[in-house]
């Protein structure tokens, strides 16, 4: 069932209130209430927002979304907030207003950071928002779908269900069909690779792509049953047990093969959880370093190990997936890959570290009643792509070419999406020609 | 009454102002701050974005010039203007000297036309801030009492002070001043903090991100 942005979701389930204000009192740290205390009500945050700018209702205000810390932050944690409990300027949260907030907090935050550059305060919403999400689920709220894609994760191992049998399966499977060899569960290697569940279902051709790019630079490499997943649905549904069980597979995996490096496929969302807050979740430094396929491609790039035939056949532009651009720091990587290689290539405007979200971060490409919402935000992707003349758009995260794909079909729009693994695989030069 | 004004009053007002300003400043700080794991792209990345970040967020950036213009011009005619004001106005000059640094220490006075600049641009740059607040959808929304409180006691504070300087008059001086130790007292339980937090919070977001390669 679809619900309209902004609407009650309407579900029965009981909600904790105290819970919620309990966890947002824990997590309500002095990096947070710098924040709280900055912001100025002076609404710029909407006009970077693809959510208001797609829709124009100043309810998606960036802004909004820090009501309900503020909240928690004025009633229980300010300095004086004993004194404005007392005079009644701090009102307890309720009921009512937490599922008022709900779709605010989970709907419609891709949690891209947009809005902070904009914020004259640079106030990282995202970070914020990505906070109160525990605190909702923590009482009893939040998107079913999403929640039971992190469930799924615990479960069976990834949210679209590829146990360690079906990605057993499913590597031989793609092995035989394509005549690659995909390592699984290799006793050591320097390189442990990981894979979305995204593209394991649904753009398996990804996953061949890197297998022929890695054994094209002769990389020693596996992936590993023991942690293969590397979407973290934890981080994004707000569950953090979930968030770090998901890490520790993959850092337990990575230690058993004694890999020096783990590979993240395209998926943003896994990059920056994993490279930014996989050891702050597992509370220690990982004994290994985490790179983007596309940073390490450039890498193997750089040092003469990967070679492509240039690509002529289109113009093409590029898709910044907000966690390995603006808040990953690895914009540079995707250029360098493209660079001499995409014969005609035109950026976006804005684009790097600038560029709109695809509309479905953030976990929203798994709401379901996110979707009008987000094939209305796509709209600005496509004026984008458009203005460019390009016919085909490449880009580096499954999660982004999902959701594009489905807004793509939802409003019938004739450009190609292109995965840059994918492409730079297809034009790989065998290493006996380079 | 003038006497109380102008003494124990003013007294009263710097006081709380001061250490008021201090003690949310110092819990901020105090607060904890869960530590940072990850392994930085580059060593000085953190201390760079900070650095970065304090500056740039001071201008539109990112292409988002046009999308913020409205608030960028009337923003800096305000904060500019009263800055201004404050530290240069004549009377202030010489207020500052007399009550706390001596009159063999002190700066240039602002010459009658530029206080009228700085008066007009404090002025206009306030109200066109406020007129947003009250018509635009999206601030509308987001504004609650401490805003409008926030406004209009730094308009009458500017107001009263340029009738005091019209008319050198010991009353207006003093509802001038009054009007000063009002702003003074209710700053700290504000959001008025924002003119020191804005720091704390541009360095933090400046300080995680730069670490990872880009201060937004
Ligand atoms: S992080 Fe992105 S989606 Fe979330 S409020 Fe900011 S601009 Fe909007
Ligand atoms: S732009 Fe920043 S300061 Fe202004 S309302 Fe949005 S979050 Fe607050």
Redesign the interface.
Known sequence: MTVAPGTIAPDNRPVNVEAAVTKMEALLGGHIAAYLDACVHCGQCAQACHFHEATQDPRHTPALKLQPMTRVYRRSKSPFAGLKKALGLAPAITEAELRDWEPLIFDTCTMCARCTIVCPMAIDIASVVAATRQAFVAAGLGPPDLLQAADNARDKGSPLGVTPEVLADRVEWLADDNEVEIPLDKEKAEVLLTVSSIEMMKYPDSVVAMAKLLNAAGIDWTLSSKGYEATNFGVLSGKGDIAKTMVERIATAAEAVGARTVVVPECGHAYGVLRWSGANLLGRALPFEVVHITEYLADLKRQGRLKFKPYSEQAVTYHDPCQISRRGGATADARYLLDGFATDFREMTPTGNYNWCCGGGGGVQAMGRAADVRHEVFRIKMAQVEATGAPALVSACANCRLTMDESKAALKWDKELISIVELLADNLVPADKG | MIEFIEGPLWYLALATFLVGVA??LI?????????????A?SASGGLGGALK?LIQ??V?????LG??LY?FVT?YMFHVGLLVLVLFAAPHVEFIQERLIGSDLGWPKLPRWAFIVAAEAAFAGLILLYVH?LT?????????ID?HLGVWLTFIAMLTGCLALQEAHDGLRATHMLSVEALMIYFP?S?L??AF??V???A???A??GR???A?
């Open positions: 003690w949310r819990v901020l700080v105090a607060m904890k701050r869960p530590s940072d794991l990850s392994q792209r970040a967020h001071s539109p950036h990112g292409g988002n999308r913020t608030h923003g607040r635009d959808p999206v601030k509308k929304q987001l504004t609650d805003d339980f959001r903090m924002h937090t804005f704390l919070a541009r933090k977001t400046g995680t991100y990872r390669g880009f937004p």
